[in-house]
């Protein structure tokens, strides 16, 4: 079974803090993806990667950054959290050469900052 | 832009009932359209259509594709309390984005 691991389920954290999520892919997907989930407004893509060290903003990418050093992991980083940064974060992976293509998505980080 | 547009935004059904939610999208470079059932948690996989007029279908669940027109539709027959879901609708396209519409929230009381 293809898994895809967020580091936490749920995440409390002040504002200006700096903000990790972590994301890990045991597929060996190349592609990976960092989406934002709000009520009325569906899965927002913030930044995805489509192989180690590269990287391309989506459509909000502003007040995040990625990092993606090796093929398995995929961190989202909030510099200086805001309270507009709470959110439902999903991170996603897929592998577009292979007959499955589908997105296949980790468990979610519902992050609050107060 | 590219776009995709999921009606209706929510749906209340009694058991029994059978259902269609709609998906309408404008993709650039189309490749395929899945369609995902989002349970308070991850979104999972359900179908994935590349071909027009194919229809595929797991137990209650069936989705056919309009490349034409471009749009799909998911029907759930016989629908059930764990049917009950938001589910979403996304384009992919040759660059291997999945562009996703807001979602359809289905609830399905006793």
């Known amino acids: 079974d293809v898994k895809v691991t967020q580091s936490s389920r749920y995440l409390v954290k002040r504002t200006g803090e700096k903000v990790f999520l972590e994301c890990v892919q045991d597929m060996d997907h190349e592609n990976m993806f960092w989406y934002r989930q709000d009520p009325g407004l569906g899965l927002r893509l913030i930044y995805f990667s489509y192989d180690v060290k590269m990287k391309e903003k989506g459509d909000i990418p502003e007040g995040y950054s990625v990092s993606r050093e090796k093929k398995e992991r995929f961190s989202l980083i909030l510099e200086s959290a805001s309270t507009n940064q709470t959110s439902m974060y999903l991170c996603?992976?897929?592998?577009?050469?292979?007959?499955?293509?589908?997105?296949?998505f980790g468990q979610g980080t519902r992050l609050t900052v107060v | 832009e590219d776009k995709v547009v999921q009606s209706p935004l929510s749906l209340v059904v009694h058991e029994g009932d059978t259902v269609t939610l709609n998906c309408s999208y404008e993709?650039?470079?189309?490749?395929?359209l899945l369609w995902y059932k989002q349970e308070k948690k991850a979104p999972t996989f359900l179908f994935m259509l590349t071909s027009s007029g194919i229809e595929k279908k797991s137990g209650r669940l069936s989705s056919i594709l309009d490349k034409k027109e471009l749009f799909s539709i998911l029907n759930i027959t016989a629908t059930q309390t764990g049917d009950s879901a938001v589910y979403l609708c996304?384009?992919?396209?040759?660059?291997?984005?999945?562009?996703f519409g807001t979602g359809t929230s289905l609830t399905v009381i006793p």
């Open positions: 996603a992976s897929s592998s577009p050469g292979a007959p499955n293509t589908e997105a296949f």
């Open positions: 993709v650039t470079n189309f490749r395929s």
């Open positions: 996304a384009g992919l396209d040759t660059g291997n984005q999945f562009y």
